[in-house]
């Protein structure tokens, strides 16, 4: 079945610098990537996602990179703010096309 | 108007009782699902119901069953509760059967003692 790995576990920067998350899987038949925020004491919300036949994907200060051949995909947040400070989960959605996998889930820490 | 809402948020209970966790969502998705968040933050999908079929269930003890009285609802029933069933459950809701653009309630947060 498919498995997403995802780095780094934590990650702490400075307010107004870009935070970078990377998420590798395995299921080459993958076509949905999507990237969930969880703040304390809530569900995952999805901030962004992206599909197979497209490289790249932006919302204001959010973007998702994915490249299909490296079988990896990358949340890039720009201008981080406190609020941007959460649990942050990318997924994958494989061959069969009917189970949502999650990797491990990354704490950032936006220090101001 | 909550889109998928969980009841109870917190269930605190003894080893061996049998509890339910109730999930509505009013967005008319047609597949609901339910996910075990661990003590380490890691999310892994046990069943998912589409138009109240059973079409995935995970390796999950079968003290576990979900039950889907129609689309909008599914409830998660559980026997003989255990210590290593304390856990945060979700129920989640999308569209299609895959998990595409699910949302998430928020959770209730299950102690076993």
């Known amino acids: 079945g498919e498995n997403v790995e995802q780095h780094p576990s934590t990650l702490s920067v400075q307010e107004g610098d870009s935070a970078v998350i990377k998420c590798t899987y395995s299921?080459?038949?993958?076509?949905?990537f999507p990237w969930y925020k969880q703040e304390l004491g809530k569900g995952p919300q999805l901030i962004i996602d992206?599909?197979?036949?497209?490289g790249e994907k932006k919302d204001q200060r959010i973007a998702v990179t994915l490249n299909k051949t490296a079988k990896h995909f990358s949340l890039h947040i720009t201008e981080t703010q406190p609020e941007d400070s959460a649990v942050y989960f990318c997924?994958?959605?494989?061959?069969?096309?009917?189970?949502?996998?999650f990797g491990a889930g990354t704490i950032l820490r936006v220090k101001s | 108007d909550t889109a998928v809402s969980q009841t109870p948020k917190y269930l605190v209970t003894q080893m061996g009782n049998d509890k339910s966790i109730k999930c509505e969502q009013n967005?008319?998705?047609?597949?609901m699902y339910w996910y075990k968040q661990d003590s380490k933050k890691f999310l892994k999908i046990m069943f998912s119901?589409?138009?109240?079929?059973?079409?995935i269930n995970e390796t999950v003890p079968n003290r576990f069953s979900p039950k889907s009285p129609d689309k909008a609802h599914l409830n998660l029933h559980i026997n003989s509760l255990e210590l290593g069933d304390s856990a945060v459950y979700f129920c989640?809701?999308?569209?299609?059967?895959?998990?595409?653009?699910?949302?998430f309630g928020q959770g209730t947060r299950l102690t076993v003692v």
């Open positions: 989640a809701s999308s569209h299609g059967t895959g998990g595409t653009e699910a949302f």
């Open positions: 299921d080459s038949a993958s076509n949905y």
């Open positions: 992206i599909r197979s036949n497209v």
């Open positions: 997924g994958s959605i494989g061959e069969y096309g009917n189970k949502l996998v």
């Open positions: 967005l008319g998705h047609d597949t």
């Open positions: 119901y589409n138009n109240k079929e059973l079409i």
